[in-house]
């Protein structure tokens, strides 16, 4: 079994581009949730993707968006990357099944935008 | 508001002394609470969730809902508990709600 892989680990951007993270759910699950973690802070839920949609939306603005392909995987993209963007971005995977709260966190990618 | 409180960021303890990290939460229904911890270079794991009543690591977690509250206990702290310790609400929407953390230091 495998878990949830995420990348790069690691990204340095300029004000003003655009960025794509990249999630590998854990086998099984077909779920994928992304979450922001400033820094000092809890993870702030982003969105998440359930059969390739979006099923679910925390307080970001539509310049944050994503994907879920058939395979489960997923992509975080954030335009017009702005400095407060700078955080780890989690990505989370669980089998969407009523009373299953077993999410799997990836190890994070952290963004800093200068 | 659907919010999770951790009133503190920080909680010195020396090994084998009680431990009880407060969280607090502001949820209208009946919700799904959890601990997640994070312990030095790992990533974000479940500790423990209110609905299992279980006790992992000898930590344990009550709800109580007129005082909102789901604090974690544990009567002796190990070194190895030093981490970070994150509060978490399900609301129903399936997604997680959580605090801002408590860092333990459990000093030998």
């Known amino acids: 079994e495998t878990g949830v892989t995420q990348s790069p680990t690691h990204l340095i951007k300029t004000r003003g581009q655009q960025v794509t993270l990249r999630c590998s759910s854990q086998?099984?699950?077909?779920?994928v949730s992304w979450y922001q973690q400033a820094l000092g802070q809890g993870p702030q839920f982003i969105f998440q993707?359930?059969?390739?949609?979006?099923?679910g939306r925390g307080n970001f603005p539509p310049r944050f968006s994503g994907l879920q392909f058939p395979n489960y995987s997923s992509e975080l993209n954030v335009n017009a990357l702005e400095l407060d963007d700078s955080a780890l971005y989690l990505c989370?995977?669980?089998?969407?099944?009523?009373?299953?709260?077993?999410?799997?966190f990836g190890s994070g990618t952290r963004l800093t935008v200068v | 508001a659907q919010r999770v409180t951790q009133p503190e960021k920080l909680l010195s303890v020396f090994k084998g002394a009680p431990v009880e990290l407060k969280c607090n939460y502001s949820?209208?229904?009946?919700?799904?609470l959890f601990w997640y911890v994070q312990y030095s270079r790992q990533r974000l794991q479940l500790l423990l969730r209110?609905?299992s009543r279980e006790s992992i690591k000898g930590f344990t977690a009550d709800l109580n809902k007129g005082e909102t509250s789901f604090h974690l206990k544990k009567p002796f702290a190990q070194e190895e508990d030093s981490a970070m310790y994150y509060c978490?609400?399900?609301?129903?929407?399936?997604?997680?709600?959580f605090g801002t953390g408590t860092r333990l230091q459990v000093f030998p």
């Open positions: 086998s099984g699950h077909n779920t």
């Open positions: 209110h609905i």
């Open positions: 949820y209208s229904g009946s919700p799904e």
């Open positions: 993707y359930y059969r390739e949609e979006e099923n």
């Open positions: 989370a995977s669980s089998l969407f099944e009523p009373g299953n709260y077993g999410y799997t």
């Open positions: 978490a609400l399900e609301g129903g929407t399936d997604k997680l709600i």
